[in-house]
């Protein structure tokens, strides 16, 4: 009924469909260059690891399921993993997978800018609803449906301009969004997915800056180990939402305070790296040392590869822009790398390049970061315990 894996391993490369990846010869530590490290490299390189198969997997199936129209099984399962906080690999939560499986049509349809088979892949869950109108399973994914489709009109409009159509249309579906949500109260249903749902809402509601951490709060309540919670909320307390800085520094710290007994420093380092993805860079307000130590606690947290590859990669990129930022940085980088190679040396067992965005000069540059001394040498790079480690082979 749940989760139905598939193998990872199809998925596996190896050191030359890395190296065919490669641009110019780029300049790493110690004098090596990319295609050098990773002509060294005979750990195990997966394409795409096993946690995102997984999650595709579970997606995938619900959708199948959706498409078969076993609504009630559907429906019975969402209600399961979601109060049961059912986790797949990787730390994601069953509950939502299943979700954006039942809304798969809708999804497509959006994807294709086909808004006349979006408005009927709504019509059929407002069907859905209908008939299990009891149900906060069956109005969370109508609801989450609306907030798809409120989003993806606003996003239509090219940026400067201003559509009056689509902007009342997202406002029509937020509005019909936050009427099903608020038919039900996540702490009653004991629902995390509904409490991010309604945590979705602030968007398009006016009063968004009062109740954003209210929600949050409820959020982290009902499943303080999820950290999707902190992640939609540390958007929103960064500057040009509904925060400032100083105050985003706070509410990280906050986060860890609300969430230290199961994930340690964990928020605080999912709180950053969000900042990250906005900000284009590190916050200047980051406490370094704390953070290199709240991306311990992240990967800890769930022992995963995905998590341990996301940290690499992560760590990678602040060690590229410290050293070029030459002996201003010195003390920065110390710390960067130390991280890096507790990373890379004791959690991460194999590479996932999907966790690589900005390609494979990045992974190069960390292992050279780390391994560089020993690379010179002649030594290769294996998988040794529970981490990475270096070996000399015997000719």
Same mark, same amino acid.
């Given at each position: 009924?749940?989760?139905?894996?598939?193998?990872?391993?199809?998925?596996?490369?190896?050191?030359?469909?890395?190296?065919?990846?490669?641009? *110019?010869?780029?300049?790493?530590? #110690?004098?090596?260059?990319?295609?050098?490290?990773?002509?060294?490299?005979?750990?195990?390189?997966?394409r795409?690891?096993?946690? !995102?198969?997984?999650?595709?997997? &579970?997606?995938?199936?619900?959708?199948?399921?959706?498409?078969?129209? =076993?609504?009630?099984?559907?429906?019975?399962?969402?209600? %399961?993993?979601?109060?049961?906080?059912?986790?797949?690999?990787?730390?994601?939560?069953?509950?939502?997978?299943?979700?954006?499986?039942?809304?798969?049509?809708?999804?497509?349809?959006i994807?294709?800018?086909?808004?006349?088979?979006?408005?009927?892949?709504?019509?059929?869950?407002?069907?859905l609803?209908?008939?299990?109108?009891? #149900?906060?399973?069956?109005?969370?994914?109508?609801a989450?449906?609306?907030?798809?489709?409120?989003?993806a009109?606003?996003?239509? &409009?090219? #940026?400067?301009?201003?559509? !009056?159509?689509?902007?009342?249309?997202?406002?029509?579906?937020?509005?019909?969004?936050?009427?099903?949500?608020? =038919?039900?109260?996540?702490?009653?249903?004991?629902?995390?997915?509904?409490?991010?749902?309604? %945590?979705?809402?602030?968007?398009g509601?006016? #009063?968004? /800056? *009062? &109740?954003?951490? =209210?929600?949050?709060?409820?959020?982290?309540?009902?499943?303080?180990?999820? @950290?999707? *919670?902190?992640? @939609?909320?540390?958007?929103?307390?960064?500057?040009?939402?509904?925060?400032?800085?100083?105050?985003?520094?706070?509410?990280? !710290?906050?986060? /860890?305070?609300?969430t230290?007994? &199961?994930?340690?420093?964990?928020?605080?380092?999912?709180?950053?790296?969000?900042?990250?993805?906005?900000?284009?860079?590190?916050?200047?307000?980051?406490?370094?040392?704390?953070?290199?130590? *709240?991306?311990?606690?992240?990967?800890s947290?769930t022992?995963?590869?995905?998590?341990?590859?996301?940290?690499?990669?992560?760590?990678?990129?602040?060690?590229?822009?410290?050293?070029?930022?030459?002996?201003?940085?010195?003390?920065?980088?110390?710390? /960067?790398?130390?991280?890096?190679?507790? /990373?890379?040396?004791?959690?991460? !067992? =194999?590479?996932?390049?999907?966790?690589?965005?900005?390609?494979?000069?990045?992974?190069?540059?960390?292992?050279?970061?780390?391994?560089?001394?020993?690379?010179?040498?002649?030594?290769?790079?294996?998988?040794?315990?529970?981490?990475?480690?270096?070996?000399?082979?015997?000719?």
């Amino acid at each position: 009924m749940l989760v139905k894996t598939r193998s990872g391993r199809g998925q596996q490369e190896d050191a030359a469909a890395l190296r065919a990846q490669l641009g *110019a010869a780029s300049p790493m530590p #110690d004098g090596l260059t990319a295609d050098q490290v990773i002509a060294r490299l005979d750990a195990p390189v997966m394409r795409i690891g096993a946690e !995102r198969t997984e999650w595709d997997c &579970v997606r995938d199936d619900h959708a199948a399921m959706a498409a078969a129209g =076993e609504w009630t099984d559907l429906l019975e399962a969402l209600r %399961y993993t979601d109060q049961e906080r059912v986790m797949a690999s990787g730390g994601r939560r069953v509950a939502p997978l299943i979700s954006e499986g039942m809304r798969a049509g809708l999804s497509a349809a959006i994807a294709a800018g086909d808004w006349t088979a979006a408005k009927a892949e709504l019509a059929a869950l407002e069907a859905l609803f209908d008939r299990h109108s009891e #149900d906060y399973c069956a109005a969370q994914v109508l609801a989450q449906g609306h907030i798809d489709m409120a989003s993806a009109r606003r996003r239509s &409009v090219p #940026d400067g301009q201003i559509s !009056r159509d689509a902007w009342e249309e997202g406002a029509a579906h937020y509005e019909r969004a936050e009427a099903l949500v608020t =038919e039900f109260d996540p702490i009653e249903e004991m629902s995390p997915l509904l409490a991010a749902t309604r %945590y979705a809402l602030l968007p398009g509601i006016e #009063d968004g /800056v *009062a &109740v954003c951490r =209210e929600w949050y709060e409820d959020w982290v309540d009902l499943d303080p180990e999820d @950290a999707e *919670a902190h992640a @939609a909320h540390a958007v929103n307390m960064l500057p040009g939402w509904h925060g400032t800085l100083s105050g985003f520094e706070r509410e990280a !710290r906050r986060a /860890v305070r609300m969430t230290e007994g &199961v994930t340690g420093k964990a928020a605080y380092a999912v709180y950053h790296f969000t900042a990250m993805k906005v900000l284009g860079d590190l916050s200047p307000t980051v406490d370094l040392e704390y953070f290199c130590e *709240a991306i311990a606690d992240y990967q800890s947290a769930t022992g995963c590869q995905h998590r341990a590859n996301v940290s690499a990669h992560l760590l990678s990129g602040l060690a590229m822009e410290f050293r070029k930022e030459g002996a201003s940085a010195a003390y920065a980088l110390t710390k /960067v790398r130390a991280a890096l190679s507790d /990373v890379l040396w004791n959690r991460l !067992r =194999e590479i996932q390049m999907d966790c690589w965005t900005t390609g494979p000069e990045s992974l190069a540059f960390a292992l050279a970061e780390v391994f560089g001394p020993a690379l010179k040498r002649g030594a290769r790079i294996v998988r040794r315990g529970e981490g990475l480690g270096t070996l000399v082979r015997r000719s």
